[in-house]
């Protein structure tokens, strides 16, 4: 029975799903939003598609209905951009590595061990997404700069395990926070004692999730910008400051166009992996974007 | 044996004291003395807190190092002169600067209207994924995968998109016959928009599914019950619940956009947009480390600022 | 550690206390289990029985008493250390290992070696009925299957003591009766000294050799549950265990006066503790006994006139709402051939046979 029932004079007429004023505008109305939401679908993997359909042009001056079509670009890739990329990705890996050994146990703590600082603690590790990359980066020079840590792996290193650490800790709390404490307590009654009950009961049932965030992490280390602009140089430098360098200085080059799309099936492996091995509902949730 | 009272009461507290001093005392006496309960429990949790607060240690250490140090070292600094003396100089001379000023006025203009733009066309996508799960899974990869690109992805995409002879849509425009001449819009503030319009809407589609997945459905559903119209109940019940996270998400885009670099960098002309690559010039052109976190400082309150200002309004607003 | 079968250990509590922030839990809990014994906690939510089995257990530190396994103290012990099995209310099985992998978990921890300690599971799947099922994981059991790993879980390892946090409640009604009995025949056999919390006051019944009952943190009564039945010895166990009529009178004499109706009843002596000889006369419902006409003569216990107010039927018993001159409702239940062809309306007599006073201590 719907609001669209009509009463006439008592009695009620017949249900009949007529095409009233109702009708017409509700099916207009959610066909119109699907066409919207399609659109937007479409502009959002725009960027992607248009940067892959140069690259394999080989030229910037590109036409929907391309000519000819080849791998030619991804050839001239140059060495020195392939060094930057395994670079990148060790750096991103060691980060990641780092970050998840450090968090997870402190995760853990925070979660279970009724600390008074608990809050201040969990807090501090997250101002550095909390504060604009920008400064962040412009601050960590002005550190690194007496430190001479500047243009060091060591540096790179610090930077982005503080980073990661604050996403770390925060889908750790949360992964711990959805296991009962009844789980460690039944252990403990059984005769484990803390560290045991953490090896054995804690970690095998968030052992999925950290892996998840830990792939999430990656990636962002692995696109990384803002932060290492002011601290990297010529001999450590990221694969994303490298393009940016390029592309300032010498303008779009159809290798540089190649490169880029390297990291566009960077992630969208990434994707493949976490969508078909974890299922998608891993997906939905945002955290921070960290973008600059 | 029943008792709710020991008969004879409790050992008395002098047998006890006895026991204990005869037990410390003997030399070799086996066995610890006789503690109570509530001493236990509390040397207990005390050496229990202290392992936890061991395991804390290395995130607190690296926190500290990454993060409040520099930042601490950032606004110390843009208090000193060159020569070290404290001053505000460095705000001063900020705040006189037209070319600043005057930059920061258009990026906060560039940065409120992409934060409202991206909100406005990203909430009804958002709203579709968050409640129909079958187009949630289609659409996702559109929504996620753009989120892991560098933003020379997007840099690039945008100069081939918008280049004035080689752009596709210079060129599809004057196939078409709409223009005559190329739009000369990308090294100005249009591609800009255009740019930032793409990180932000990214940004924003994301945060707002996960806002609108958690208005629970069955509250719209209850109000079209109650007699109204599917439009009428979202106005009326899912968008008042979800404007604290449209802030967060807002605030969010509003400071990727005021700090953003490399966009501005990529795309920039002659005439500069973005506050991000002045404070970029003052630190490495010109070498003038206080005065540039002189401004970073600045930029940071604004942003920062933005957030908590519109948050402050919309609670105020909410109340009445 | 163990060789052998342990044999079962009595627990005893002294004074034990717990504190939270400012509001006390626990207080005074003095108690003594047998070997081999079950007891049963219990009481209304709130009242500290659950406190009270996780500070037994270690999980929950004391504020003051001790406690003893045996003739040990184990207060210094912390959790894994006590050899305690433990039940949790919603079983607490991990997910990600197999029910054979759950049950030998306690053995694991013990470092028995492989081979004793297939036997050994072998063993407690068999008593929990359970065979064949060592290769599952538990969600791919049902309620009462999960509920029974997680007893025998806790029996692995021989532990000195068992204790169970209200392992019922995540049961409808039926599984309920039926597992009830199922533990209690577990317990017989096994001969562990085992500690129950329900809130539940027929699973008390039914399953302990003695209950505890307890409210607000202290102990009410300790007795064999006929006799915490039969005889409860305070007002508050007068009327929470099981269903009673709790009538305001006075010792008089050597008998009690019950405001309201004339004529005294049975011979009592004043209880402890009440306050000018007020008593509360308690009725079961099951002692109302109906009488058609007025007495005659005179009888041991006076009869009132009453009027049936309510007949509810319930199967086997019916429950009568009563009218009662001068004192008010009272609840009676008799069995359906008993109480024949009584109309709401009609006018009876009444009387109660085998009542119990307990003290009074408000005006």
Redesign the interface.
Known sequence: MS?NDTFVGGKRKPYRRGWGR?RVA?TL?STA??V??GF?????????L??IL?SLEGT?????IPEKLSLDSYAQIPQSYWDSFWFTLWISLAATVVALV??V??G???V????RERRI?SN??L??II??????G??????FIPLQLKNTFLGIM??L???N??LA?RFTEALIQGVPEEYELAAQSLGAG?FTVFRTVVLPVIAQGIIIAGLFIF??D??S??IL??IAGPSTTP??IR??VD??QRG?LPY??AM?CV??Y???A??AIV?FIFG?KY????P??R?? | ??????AGG?PSAARRLLVSGITAQLPGSPGRRE????E???W??SR??L???L??L???L??????????G??VF?SFLDRTGAATFANYAQSFTNPLFMRTLVTTILMAVTVTVLSTA??Y??AY?MARHTR???V???????????????????????L?PF?G?LN??FMAMGIIKEPLFILFDWPGLLIAFG??G???A???L??VL?SVDPQLEEAA?GL?A???VAFFKVTLPLTIPGVIASGG?VF??V?????IP??LSGRVPFMI?PI??VT??SLGD?NL??AQ??I??IL?LGGTLGAQFVLDRYGRT | MDTARSAAQSVRL??L?KEFGGSIAVK?V?L?VEPGELVTLLGPSGCGKTTTLRMIAGLL??????IFFGSSRV??L?ANRRNVGLVFQNYALFPHMTVSQNIAFGLRMRHWERERTATRVAELLSLVRLEGLGDRKPSQLSGGQQQRVAVARALAFHPSLVLLDEPLSNLDAKLREQVRLDLRDIQRETRQTTIFVTHDQDEALVMSDRVVLMNTG??????APRHLYLRPETEFAARFIGANNLLAGRVVKGAVVVDGIEGAFGSYSVPDGAIDESVWLCVRPENIDFFAQPPVGSSPNPRVGATVADIVFQGSSVLVDLDVRGVGVMRAEKSAILVGDIKVGDSIEVGFGGAHIVARTAA
């Open positions: 609001v109702d509700g109305g939003l699907g919207y939401v937007i679908a479409l502009w959002m993997i725009f960027p992607m248009v940067v140069a910037f001056d590109i036409s929907l450090v968090a146990p402190a853990w703590a925070l279970r061990g009724r600390l603690i501090l590790v101002v550095p504060v604009p990359q920008l400064i962040l412009i601050a960590l020079l002005g550190l610090i930077a395990t503080g980073l650490l604050a800790i803390r990636m962002q692995l696109i910008f803002v602009f002011f694969i994303a393009l940016f592309i300032v779009v540089a166009v880029a990291l566009v960077v992630a969208l990434f994707y969508a998608p997906l939905t949730g945002a921070v974007s973008k600059g | 044996m029943v008792s709710s009272k020991a409790e503690r109570t309960a509530s236990i429990s509390s207990r949790r229990e807190r392992f936890f607060r395991l804390t290395p995130a607190v690296i926190a500290l190092f990454v993060a409040i140090i520099p930042l070292m950032l600094r066309l990203a009804p996508v579709v187009l949630r899974n659409l996702m990869p559109a929504v996620t995968i753009p989120r892991m690109l560098p933003f020379v992805v997007i840099g690039y995409a945008v100069i081939l998109l280049a080689t596709l060129k599809l793409y990180s809407l990214v940004i589609t994301g945060m599914t996960g997945m079209v007699g119209s599917r439009l969010i400071t990727s005021v700090t953003a670099y490399s960098v990529m991000a404070i970029a630190l490495q480390f540039a976190f970073a400082v930029v940071t942003s | 002294e004074g206390r005074d003095t003594t530190p004391q504020n003051g008493g001790e207060d210094h912390p202290v102990i009410e009564q300790v007795a």
